[in-house]
């Protein structure tokens, strides 16, 4: 089995290769800068019973998601499952975006799912799914978070019809989305402000806690499995309940 998972070094996406590294199991971790948390995702892999693959590359681009894709392909006939997990946090107000930087936010928080799916294709066999992580964000205004919010609007419609499209080939397609996770790129978007909001959210939380990695990882892994095969183009969004309470 192997799985690829772009942002897998961090966050979100390190739980979920964490959750799938096994015997057996080779986890393709995509990065675009952090060489030292890399180095380490790396040996939590293996230390699981995985076989790491580090490929460092931007893949902000259709280009080079097709580069990464052929990365894959050096190692793989197979591709079992695809996450996009990685995400471009530029935390501004839409109206004071710098354009280059919005085009980037665009490409990498919502573009590339099809830049890459379409590159992973020859890769998916029947059995295989596709991941796309996305965010409440998505469906209100967060201050400051347009720029991340708007793309991941786009992916989730991608993978409406990605579903569709890809189902004709055995493979599935969903979005996981979250409330907040405490993470590197809540931190990056919300600075000293982070560790309170987190623990705000769980204080509002029917469970008390926030969502963690390990929520997200384990429903990206029950949706890859055989019991979950009439699943196919849909949103889970997890949150503990705190959206369902009237305010």
Do not use: C, W
């Not at 902000?60 to 894959?72: I, Y």
């Not at 992580?133 to 786009?154: D, E, H």
């Not at 890809?166 to 979250?178: F, M, Q, T, W």
């Not at 997200?216 to 055989?226: G, Q, R, Y």
């Amino acid at each position: 089995m192997s799985i690829l998972i772009t942002g897998g070094t961090k966050g979100i996406g390190l739980g979920i290769a964490e959750r799938f590294a096994g015997a057996g199991v080779t986890v393709f971790l995509n990065y675009a800068s952090d060489d030292e948390a890399a180095e380490k995702a790396a040996a939590l892999i293996e230390s699981s019973g995985g076989t790491p693959v580090l490929l460092k590359r931007d893949i902000s681009d259709a280009a080079s998601a097709a580069a990464l894709l052929e990365d894959v392909a050096a190692h793989t006939e197979r591709l079992d499952q695809l996450v996009h997990a990685a995400v471009y946090p530029y935390a501004t107000s839409l109206l004071n975006t710098d354009p280059a930087e919005l085009d980037r936010a665009v490409a990498l928080n919502g573009t590339a799912l099809v830049h890459l799916t379409r590159s992973a294709l020859p890769l998916l066999k029947p059995g295989a799914t596709v991941f796309f992580l996305s965010s409440r964000g998505s469906k209100v205004a967060v201050p400051n978070y347009g720029p991340i919010g708007g793309p991941k609007a786009m992916g989730e419609a991608f993978i409406r019809y990605l579903a569709i499209e890809l189902a004709e080939h055995g493979v599935r397609a969903h979005v996981v989305s979250a409330s907040l996770v405490l993470t590197d790129a809540l931190r990056t978007l919300f600075g000293d402000a982070a560790e309170d909001r987190a623990a705000a959210a769980a204080a509002a939380n029917p469970m008390k806690r926030n969502v963690t990695e390990s929520d997200v990882a384990e429903v990206v892994h029950f949706l890859s499995t055989p019991a979950s095969e009439m699943l196919n183009g849909r949103e889970l969004f997890l949150d503990g309940g705190v959206y369902t309470k009237a305010n």
